[in-house]
């Protein structure tokens, strides 16, 4: 079938401005790239654009060097991986029951009521805080953890893509003899792939982009995660310098060839990586997640 006037017209605005959009997304983060690898006297100048002018390597080395970076990335990482282990597990288990139908499940109005409050009040910063100090988790990686454990919208997608399920799949499953830890694992799980990569996608972005909550809830820059850290070193820029040079002799000498620019600029690159690393192989499942979660079907 051929296309008509009208609808090809409509294609090519559609792809221009779709490319539009994709380099007003790329464009900022190519311009951070190039001035973490553009010589510091260049981007002083502000000739930096989209390239490396004057390409040097001495931001990655004075970062490489900086024991505190480094100590604020493990603890990224000590933060995420249980985080976002914790964070599904909990999800799945919630999202189970409630995906089930009054008849079998009778209080799953109260809970899912119960869950949907949390969504539309919260207690404040105040009495967060309070509770985190009073329970003993702060200056603690367990108050980047369990606080927010359980993600209440992650838990709605997946209740609702369990409930798109067929019925039939539980049914045959139950005749065979199974329970519902084994329908969970055997049956439901196997087929929930594409949500719970979304799930599992958002609980890493969350956790590693989390900022705010490393600040409040830990009392010394050692214990704060990579964002929190960096959220320091952009406010406080010739602190961060002056204290960095006083460090070691090493380190002072790559000070003299680096700026705050520069080196922001490669840190704030560096914490991207591994969501960039990770998103390609969980982007495929993303849309279909994501859609089929979000509404009944």
């Not at 060839?257 to 840190?267: D, E, G, H, I, W």
Request: charged fraction near 10%.
């Amino acid at each position: 079938m051929q296309s008509s006037w009208s609808r090809k017209l409509f294609l090519v605005i559609n792809y221009i401005i779709l490319t539009l959009l994709a380099l007003i997304c790329i464009l900022p983060f190519l311009n951070l790239l190039a001035i973490s690898f553009s010589a510091k006297d260049a981007v002083i100048a502000n000739k930096v654009t989209f390239w490396p002018v004057g390409f040097s390597m001495n931001s990655y080395k004075f970062i490489l060097n900086n024991n505190q970076f480094i100590k604020s990335l493990f603890i990224s990482i000590e933060r995420t991986i249980p985080g976002v282990i914790l964070n599904t597990v909990l999800v799945v288990l919630t999202a189970y029951p409630l995906s089930k139908s009054v008849k079998e499940f009778r209080a799953r109005n109260f809970f899912s009521w119960f869950f949907v409050v949390t969504i539309l009040f919260n207690g404040g910063l105040i009495p967060t805080y309070l509770v985190v100090k009073y329970t003993g988790l702060l200056n603690s990686i367990l108050a980047l953890i369990l606080p927010g454990a359980v993600n209440v919208f992650n838990m709605l997608v997946v209740m609702n893509y369990m409930r798109s399920l067929p019925k039939e799949l539980e049914e045959a499953a139950y005749i065979d003899g199974a329970g519902h830890a084994q329908v969970l694992l055997k049956v439901i799980l196997p087929v929930c792939k594409p949500t719970l990569a979304t799930v599992i996608l958002f609980a890493f972005v969350n956790h590693w982009n989390s900022w705010f909550d490393g600040m409040i809830y830990m009392n010394t820059v050692d214990k704060y995660p990579l964002q929190s850290y960096l959220q320091t070193v952009i406010i406080n820029t010739e602190s961060f310098f002056r204290n960095a040079s006083n460090t070691s002799s090493e380190i002072a000498n790559y000070v003299r060839l680096v700026n705050a620019r520069t080196t922001s600029a490669a840190q704030l690159f560096l914490a991207m990586i591994p969501i960039l690393c990770i998103y390609p192989f969980l982007q495929k499942y993303f849309t279909t997640g994501l859609v089929m979660g979000s509404v009944k079907g």
